[in-house]
Structure formats: C-alpha cells, structure tokens
C-alpha cells in the first residue's frame, strides 16, 4: 500500500510537469500566433524577444547587468552591517529604544523609494544616487529586523547565563549573537529582493545604464521588443534572487537544526 | 502570525509589535531606574529629539549643508502653505489618493479570489506556481512603461501598477493563510457533516481573515508607493508629479512637501484598515 | 451473529519521516460492540489517538482492515462525533456559537430558537453557564476542553470518539462530568472510545479496559470492567472490587510507563 501510494505521488508529479510545460507551450505559442497572425505592434513576440535578448547578450548586456548588480552590492555592503549593529546595540539599550522607537516608526513609514528623486538630485546620474537608495532600504530593513530579535531573547535567559558566570563576550557569543543571527538572516532575506526593486527604480528614473535604463530607453522608442526583452532579463533576476533567498534560508535552517 | 515574515511591511509590523512590548515590559519593571522610562519623561525626550533634528535641519541649512540641497523646516512649512491655500494640491492628491484606491480594491480583490481559487486546487497550485513566482519575482515597477504604452500617462496607468502590487501581496498573504490554517478545524467540521461549500463558508474564509488583513493593512503603503512611482516615471498630475517636478526645478523644499504629504495620506489610510481590522478581527484580543 | 460495531483487523500504522519509517502501532485486533463503553490507556505515543483518528476515517491504515458497522471505513465516519487531543473550537466564534456550528449545518439543520433551546442546555449540562458570549482565547483549558465536548454532543452522534476529554480538568469537576457522561451514554445509547491517561477514570467509565504498552504500540491486555451499572462515580473508587481492578491493571501498566520514561 506504501509502495502504490508513493508510485501514485511519483506519477502525479510527472503529471504536474506535464502540465506546466503544455502550460507554458500553450502561452508563448499562443502570442507567436498572435503576433504572427495578427500583430506584433504591441506585443511584439516571443522569437523576436528571444533573437532581441541573444542580440544583446553578445552586445553589452553583461555590462548593464554587472552595473545593477554592482549598485545592489555596494548598497547592501552598506545597508546590512549598518542596520545590523544599529538593531543589536539600540536592543540592548532599553531606555534609548524606548525614546527612539515612535521616531524611528515615523521615518520608516515614508515610502523610501519615492525619495529616489532627492537621492538623484543630491548625487547626479551615476551609481550613487542607486547605491545610496538600496543602502537605506537596506538599513531599515536590517535594523528592523536585527532590532526585534534582540528583543525576542527571553530576559530570563539572558539573567540565568549570568548566573552562571558568563562573561558580556560569552553572553555575546554563546547567546545573543547565535539568537540574533536567525532574525539578521530572515531580514536578508527581505532586503535582497528590495535591494534589486530600489536599483531599478533609480535607473528607471534617471541613468546610463543598467537593466532600469535599459527598458526606459526601449520604452521611449516604444521599442515592444526590446521592453519585453528587458522585462525578461529582469524576471531571471528577480528568480535568480529569489533562488538565493532560498539558498540563504535552507541554510539557515540546517544551522537552526545543529 | 509566522516569526519569518515573508514581506518587508511584516517585518517592520513585527519589529513595531516587539518594540511597543518590550517599551511597556521595562516601562513596568524598571521605572525607577530612569525618568525616560516614564511615559512623560520619554514623551519629554522624544519631543526634544525632533525638535533638535528641526533645530539643526534649520540652521544647518545654508551654514553646514547648501540649502538648496536638503531644504529646510521653514521653507517645506511655507511651500505646504502655498500649495494649501493656493488649493493647487487638492487635484494632485485627489489623483494620487484615487489610483492609489480604485488600484488597491480591485488589485486586494483579484488577488484574494485567485489565492481562494489556488489554494482550494492543491493540483492548479502546483501547476501554476513556477509562473506565479517568476510574476511575483519581478520588480512590479518595471511594468510601469507597459502600463503608459497600453494604457496612457493618464490615472488608469497608475491603477494598474497599484492593482498589480497589491495583486501579488494579497495572492501570496491568500495562499499563506491557507497554509497555515489548522488542519483539525476542516476536519472537525467535515466530521460533524459539513459539505464542502459550509467548510469554505464556515472555516477558511473567517480562518485567512487575520492573513488578508495583515496583506490589506501593509498593502496600503504599497498602494500609495506603486501609484506615486507610476506618476515619477511619467504623469502629468498626483503627489509623484509634484515631486518629480520639484526636482527638476532643483526645488528640494517641493520633493520634500510631496513625501511629506504621501506620508500623512499613508498613514492615515493604513489607521483606516487597522481600525477595520481591529474592528472584525475582535475576537483575536 | 450480528457483526460488531467497530472492528480492527490486524491494524497497524507507520508514518515516514524523512528517509526512516516509525512504527506507531503493531498491528492490533480488537472489536467493539453496540453501546459499549473502550478505556484505552497506555504511556503517551503508543498509538492511541492514533487508534481514534483512523477510525474517524481521518487517517488510513497501513495494514489490516477497518470496518464500522460492517462497512470498511473509507472515508470520513460521519457517524462517530470525535474530541480531539488538541481542541479544534473556531476562536473567531464565541461559546455558544461553537456549540452551536454543527446545527448550522445542512445535515444537522435546526431552527433558530431550536438551536438556541440546545445550545442553553448543553452549555449548562458543561457548566458554562455565564460564559456563552466569552471567545475560546478568553478560556481556560479546563473551559475549552467542556465546550469541544458540549459542540460533540449537541448533534448527538451515535459513535463518541474522546481522546483525554478531561485532562485538564480539576478532580472536582472531573467527577461531575464523569457523572454526566454516563448519564448521557446510558440514556443516548451511545458507543464510545475513550482515550486517558488517568487509570481510575477509564475504570470508573468503561465497560472494557484496553492496556497499551509503549512504542510501538499495541494492546497488552484487554480487561472486563465487571462493577455493576449505574455506577455511582464519587464512590466507586472506595469499592473493594474497584481497588483490586486498579491494582491488577496498574501492574500492567506501570512496567510500560517506565519503559516509556527510560527512553
């Protein structure tokens, strides 16, 4: 019974990967036919977008990949550490938290990405208005995060390893730090797909180059190709970071488990 | 709710939650050590902090920073009047505030029934869900020229960029609930006899209701963010237009009046859904 | 002769976890009867409630043949009403709404002031009285343990599946639902299987007493409860008859409880 209920589940997966790739057959060969048959003008096609994207791959798109990467990066080397250590030392100091914690409510509420322009008039049309962007979304995120772990740590706990004689490192080491680090870890985990949203926004606003500036200036040649094309690149960036998050998150979990 | 929140809004509401606990915890156990941890003491603080912040941010405009840089109190309070009292600002907010909303209800809608439909067909889920998460991988702002070509500079470009990011938030927040909901409870009521339309009635719909509204109260920050993000990248009215029309002018007083304005018009609209949730979800106090 | 009610044919259950297969239950053989009251007492995880959910037709077995009433159980039993281990009360709904939901359904239709009449009895009958507007958040779990039983017994099942109903009950008013639940299985003329922890409670309810001895579980004697009925059940444990079934079964018992500890 074991035997034919396993053999069923094996079965029903294939049948789900049967499906979805009749599923995707159906999608894209449906908008060939469209654009084929009856218009490409606003949607372009599927063979046209592919041949677009092999175009580029040979022509420069390495390079606007690397720049979006390098500003999400360089915004999160900044972002993290920095939201980490404000979260862990503003947790361990009830009375400052006490005091901050309606102010720093108030500037997280204000939708940081729309502060992108302030950022571009400040720092000009280079990378730094996008890396100072994903460095302040980044920070909030972590220190949000970081913030309420140290809070979660039962004081009881943190009172026992007292007594029994831990030193403020070996608290730091054996007990904050290892429960902290789940939160830390679940606020990465955030902030990486943010940090690609925050790049991009800025690009998309005001750029040389980059994935953002790419689909802006097939956009503004009403280029259907060559935006669909972009949307692509940016949807494989998107999974690619999603796949990390879950990387992060597997191994997290295993750490979890030790 | 879960500990790992999935979106950004959780985690702050999460942290806010935590934060607003552990005030009140050494509030109580530990008043005598501190004048700020009384509530009037740490209201004290607090109000010295922001007046500091505004006293520097005023004269440091011009002496430590170029003031047409980073602004100043005075100068974003008088353009606040101006816009005011001139009424100019009435339109823009109108514009920001309806395709902030018409996009929320009915992207808040969508995504509810397909997160009903997805998760009451274990069979559809799993077929689907390589494309529902490419979709939802992708930054939604990059639909935003798309939504301009097939739809024009106008409000209903806006709509839809609200529509689809509140979409996905509730889909996902939808198929959480689901998830999560106690398996016992459907049991127990398929063992009493219940059908599977009573199960639906009965147990799933009030079950999910804290998930769509933890979606619903974090969706409205990215509702007014989506909708000011499609009038920055092209419009000619709302809040975003102002501002992306401030910094073209090098008028840093304007973008700093337009997000504090989107600000308020969050904030307040998210008190609105908080009130709502608290006022249905009373049973969870 | 008539076939029993309830009867497992060499049972057993095996869950996978991971790369590893548990054994929860060797197989098992035991019937039960028309309006027969089954204690099933045993160390925590030899496969009690395990017993009850497959019963209920929430969980097939992995070997041997299930049947109810003649019929192999397939699918859901919707003639048994089951209290879980852990309370299964909507905490969006409050006492009287909860004890009520199963009249709300089409099965059960009943109308409004017939509801209310049912729901007004059983909250008293579970001493609830007071309580009916207050949600399952605001209960103790003494509290919410009466209202699942009261929510059970509303629609009046004809098979009671109750996995340790009284657990979290204090001594006092364990006895009084004790008395209740007797009055209710007599005079409804209900079967029931009955999952405790709690020795002198199974001998004081039940007609039969199953022993289980620990991981994996299976039954290690089947013992006749011969005190006469009505039982009286402030004073039966003072009986004579009472002491010596407690002693005899507690020597069975015990070896398995400290097997069950020593792991």
């Given at each position: 019974m074991a035997g034919s209920n396993s053999g069923a589940a094996a079965s029903g997966q294939g049948n789900v990967l049967l499906w979805r790739g009749l599923l995707l057959i159906t999608l894209l060969g449906g908008w060939e036919a469209y654009g084929r048959l009856v218009s490409e003008a606003w949607f372009s096609r599927p063979m046209l977008i592919f041949a677009r994207i092999l175009t580029w791959a040979g022509d420069g798109l390495g390079g606007h990949v690397a720049i979006t990467l390098a500003e999400m990066l360089a915004g999160l080397a900044i972002g993290i550490p920095l939201g980490t250590v404000f979260g862990l030392v503003l947790g361990r100091l009830p009375v400052a938290a006490g005091i901050l914690r309606p102010i720093i409510f108030g500037l997280y509420s204000i939708p940081l990405v729309t502060l992108a322009p302030l950022f571009i008039f400040w720092f000009g049309l280079g990378l730094t208005p996008k890396i100072v962007l994903v460095a302040i979304v980044t920070f909030f995120l972590l220190f949000f995060t970081t913030f309420a772990g140290v809070q979660t740590i039962d004081r009881e706990m943190i009172d026992s390893f007292r007594l029994l004689g831990a030193s403020r490192r070996e608290m730091l080491r054996k007990l904050i730090g290892p429960a902290c680090l789940a939160w830390i870890l679940s606020g990465i985990k955030v902030a990486l797909p943010y940090s690609l949203i925050a790049a991009v926004v800025g690009e998309m606003l005001l750029a040389r180059a980059g994935l953002g500036y790419l689909l802006m200036q097939a956009s503004q040649q009403i280029d259907m190709t060559g935006m669909f094309a972009a949307l692509f690149v940016l949807m494989a960036a998107g999974v690619a970071i999603g796949e990390t998050v879950n990387f992060i998150e597997r191994r997290a979990l295993r750490w979890r488990n030790l | 709710m879960s500990a790992q929140p999935r979106d950004p809004g959780a985690a702050a509401a999460v942290a806010v939650a935590v934060m607003s606990a552990a005030a009140s915890r050494t509030g109580a156990s530990?008043?005598?050590?501190?004048?700020?941890?009384?509530p009037v003491g740490r209201a004290a603080a607090q109000i010295a902090i922001v007046l500091a912040m505004l006293v520097l941010w005023q004269f440091g405009s011009?002496?430590?920073?170029p003031r047409v840089w980073v602004s100043s109190p005075s100068a974003i309070f008088a353009r606040l009047v101006q816009w005011f009292s001139s009424g100019s600002i009435w339109g823009h907010m109108a514009a920001t505030v309806s395709a902030a909303a018409i996009g929320y209800v009915l992207g808040a809608a969508a995504g509810v029934a397909t997160g009903l439909l997805l998760g009451l067909s274990r069979k559809a889920e799993q077929i689907l869900s390589p494309f529902v998460i490419a979709l939802y991988s992708l930054p939604k702002v990059a639909l935003a020229p798309f939504f301009v070509i097939f739809l024009g500079i106008g409000i209903e470009s806006k709509i839809a960029l609200v529509a689809v990011t509140v979409y996905f938030l509730l889909l996902y927040n939808t198929l959480d609930g689901l998830r999560d909901l106690d398996r016992g409870w459907a049991d127990a009521y398929r063992l009493m006899g219940a059908n599977d339309r009573e199960i639906v009635r009965n147990v799933m719909l009030p079950g999910i209701m804290p998930w769509i509204f933890s979606g619903l109260r974090i969706g409205v920050r990215y509702a007014f963010t989506a909708a000011v993000l499609g009038e920055l990248l092209a419009g000619n009215q709302g809040i975003g237009y102002l501002i992306e029309s401030s910094a073209g002018q090098f008028n840093s007083s304007g973008i700093f009046a337009g997000v504090f304005i989107l600000v308020v018009c969050s904030v307040v609209a998210t008190e609105v859904i908080s009130r709502a949730e608290k006022f249905v979800l009373h049973w969870r106090n | 002769m008539a076939h029993q009610l309830i009867e497992l044919k060499d049972i057993s259950k095996s869950f996978q976890r991971e790369q590893t297969i548990i054994a929860a239950l060797s197989p098992v053989n035991l019937a039960v009867r028309r309006e027969e009251f089954v204690a099933f007492v045993g160390p925590s995880g030899c496969g009690k409630s395990t017993i009850l959910n497959m019963v209920a037709g929430l969980l097939p077995p992995t070997t041997g043949q299930l049947s109810y009433d003649g019929a192999p159980v397939r699918d859901l039993n919707r003639r048994v009403g089951y209290m879980t281990q852990k309370d299964t009360l909507l905490p969006w709904r409050n006492v009287a709404d909860n004890i009520g939901a199963p009249l709300e359904l089409a099965c059960h239709k009943t109308g409004k002031t017939g509801r209310m009449d049912k729901i007004r009895q059983m909250v008293e009958l579970v001493g609830l009285k007071g309580f009916e507007k207050h949600f399952p958040g605001e209960l103790s779990g003494g509290m919410r343990r009466r209202v699942a039983l009261a929510r059970m017994l509303i629609y009046d099942p004809e098979t009671l599946l109750m996995d340790e109903p009284f657990g979290a009950l204090d001594a006092q008013l364990k006895l009084v639902m004790h008395d209740e639940i007797q009055r209710i299985v007599s005079l409804g003329h209900k079967t029931v299987l009955f999952v405790t922890h709690d020795l002198s409670e199974a001998i004081a309810l039940a007609d039969r007493v199953v022993v289980f001895s620990s991981r994996p579980g299976q039954i290690k004697i089947v013992r006749d409860i011969d005190l006469p009925r009505p039982r009286d059940v402030f004073r039966i444990r003072f009986s004579p008859r009472f002491t010596e079934l407690h002693e005899e079964l507690w020597d069975e018992l015990k070896d398995e409880v400290k097997k069950g500890t020593d792991t």
């Amino acid at each position: 019974m074991a035997g034919s209920n396993s053999g069923a589940a094996a079965s029903g997966q294939g049948n789900v990967l049967l499906w979805r790739g009749l599923l995707l057959i159906t999608l894209l060969g449906g908008w060939e036919a469209y654009g084929r048959l009856v218009s490409e003008a606003w949607f372009s096609r599927p063979m046209l977008i592919f041949a677009r994207i092999l175009t580029w791959a040979g022509d420069g798109l390495g390079g606007h990949v690397a720049i979006t990467l390098a500003e999400m990066l360089a915004g999160l080397a900044i972002g993290i550490p920095l939201g980490t250590v404000f979260g862990l030392v503003l947790g361990r100091l009830p009375v400052a938290a006490g005091i901050l914690r309606p102010i720093i409510f108030g500037l997280y509420s204000i939708p940081l990405v729309t502060l992108a322009p302030l950022f571009i008039f400040w720092f000009g049309l280079g990378l730094t208005p996008k890396i100072v962007l994903v460095a302040i979304v980044t920070f909030f995120l972590l220190f949000f995060t970081t913030f309420a772990g140290v809070q979660t740590i039962d004081r009881e706990m943190i009172d026992s390893f007292r007594l029994l004689g831990a030193s403020r490192r070996e608290m730091l080491r054996k007990l904050i730090g290892p429960a902290c680090l789940a939160w830390i870890l679940s606020g990465i985990k955030v902030a990486l797909p943010y940090s690609l949203i925050a790049a991009v926004v800025g690009e998309m606003l005001l750029a040389r180059a980059g994935l953002g500036y790419l689909l802006m200036q097939a956009s503004q040649q009403i280029d259907m190709t060559g935006m669909f094309a972009a949307l692509f690149v940016l949807m494989a960036a998107g999974v690619a970071i999603g796949e990390t998050v879950n990387f992060i998150e597997r191994r997290a979990l295993r750490w979890r488990n030790l | 709710m879960s500990a790992q929140p999935r979106d950004p809004g959780a985690a702050a509401a999460v942290a806010v939650a935590v934060m607003s606990a552990a005030a009140s915890r050494t509030g109580a156990s530990e008043s005598a050590r501190s004048v700020f941890l009384h509530p009037v003491g740490r209201a004290a603080a607090q109000i010295a902090i922001v007046l500091a912040m505004l006293v520097l941010w005023q004269f440091g405009s011009g002496t430590l920073f170029p003031r047409v840089w980073v602004s100043s109190p005075s100068a974003i309070f008088a353009r606040l009047v101006q816009w005011f009292s001139s009424g100019s600002i009435w339109g823009h907010m109108a514009a920001t505030v309806s395709a902030a909303a018409i996009g929320y209800v009915l992207g808040a809608a969508a995504g509810v029934a397909t997160g009903l439909l997805l998760g009451l067909s274990r069979k559809a889920e799993q077929i689907l869900s390589p494309f529902v998460i490419a979709l939802y991988s992708l930054p939604k702002v990059a639909l935003a020229p798309f939504f301009v070509i097939f739809l024009g500079i106008g409000i209903e470009s806006k709509i839809a960029l609200v529509a689809v990011t509140v979409y996905f938030l509730l889909l996902y927040n939808t198929l959480d609930g689901l998830r999560d909901l106690d398996r016992g409870w459907a049991d127990a009521y398929r063992l009493m006899g219940a059908n599977d339309r009573e199960i639906v009635r009965n147990v799933m719909l009030p079950g999910i209701m804290p998930w769509i509204f933890s979606g619903l109260r974090i969706g409205v920050r990215y509702a007014f963010t989506a909708a000011v993000l499609g009038e920055l990248l092209a419009g000619n009215q709302g809040i975003g237009y102002l501002i992306e029309s401030s910094a073209g002018q090098f008028n840093s007083s304007g973008i700093f009046a337009g997000v504090f304005i989107l600000v308020v018009c969050s904030v307040v609209a998210t008190e609105v859904i908080s009130r709502a949730e608290k006022f249905v979800l009373h049973w969870r106090n | 002769m008539a076939h029993q009610l309830i009867e497992l044919k060499d049972i057993s259950k095996s869950f996978q976890r991971e790369q590893t297969i548990i054994a929860a239950l060797s197989p098992v053989n035991l019937a039960v009867r028309r309006e027969e009251f089954v204690a099933f007492v045993g160390p925590s995880g030899c496969g009690k409630s395990t017993i009850l959910n497959m019963v209920a037709g929430l969980l097939p077995p992995t070997t041997g043949q299930l049947s109810y009433d003649g019929a192999p159980v397939r699918d859901l039993n919707r003639r048994v009403g089951y209290m879980t281990q852990k309370d299964t009360l909507l905490p969006w709904r409050n006492v009287a709404d909860n004890i009520g939901a199963p009249l709300e359904l089409a099965c059960h239709k009943t109308g409004k002031t017939g509801r209310m009449d049912k729901i007004r009895q059983m909250v008293e009958l579970v001493g609830l009285k007071g309580f009916e507007k207050h949600f399952p958040g605001e209960l103790s779990g003494g509290m919410r343990r009466r209202v699942a039983l009261a929510r059970m017994l509303i629609y009046d099942p004809e098979t009671l599946l109750m996995d340790e109903p009284f657990g979290a009950l204090d001594a006092q008013l364990k006895l009084v639902m004790h008395d209740e639940i007797q009055r209710i299985v007599s005079l409804g003329h209900k079967t029931v299987l009955f999952v405790t922890h709690d020795l002198s409670e199974a001998i004081a309810l039940a007609d039969r007493v199953v022993v289980f001895s620990s991981r994996p579980g299976q039954i290690k004697i089947v013992r006749d409860i011969d005190l006469p009925r009505p039982r009286d059940v402030f004073r039966i444990r003072f009986s004579p008859r009472f002491t010596e079934l407690h002693e005899e079964l507690w020597d069975e018992l015990k070896d398995e409880v400290k097997k069950g500890t020593d792991t």
